[in-house]
C-alpha cells in the first residue's frame, strides 16, 4: 500500500508559519543542514525518502543533484528542476517512477 503524504503542518496550524522555496524564483534561502533529513514525496504525494546528501557545484555555488535515501540500500538522485517546491517537505514534480537510482 502507498504512503500518502500528509499536509504540512503550516497548512494545518494557522499560527505556525511556513515558507514555501519555489526553484526558480529567488525567494528565500535555506542553510544545507535545514535540508538534511526533510521527507521527499512525489508529485503524487506519495513518499519517496528523506534529503541524504547534496552535490554541489564549488565553481558556481549551485546545487547540482539532491540524494534521497528511501530504505537501507534503497536511494535515488533528483535536480533541482525536479523540485516544485520546499516546505515542511520537498514535493516533487515528477512522479517516483521517473526517480534516477
Do not use: W
Amino acid at each position: 500500500m502507498r504512503k500518502r503524504r500528509q499536509e504540512p503542518e503550516g497548512r494545518l496550524n494557522p499560527e505556525r508559519k511556513t515558507t514555501f522555496i519555489m526553484f526558480g524564483q529567488n525567494t528565500e534561502s535555506m542553510k544545507a543542514k535545514d535540508l538534511m533529513g526533510r521527507k521527499v514525496y512525489d508529485k503524487d504525494a506519495i513518499e519517496i525518502g528523506k534529503v541524504s546528501d547534496l552535490e554541489i557545484d564549488v565553481s558556481s555555488f549551485t546545487i547540482q543533484k539532491i540524494y534521497i535515501k528511501s530504505g537501507m540500500m534503497t536511494g535515488h538522485h533528483i535536480t533541482p528542476h525536479e523540485v516544485d517546491r520546499i516546505g515542511d517537505s520537498i514535493i516533487l514534480n515528477i512522479p517516483k517512477g521517473e526517480l534516477k537510482t
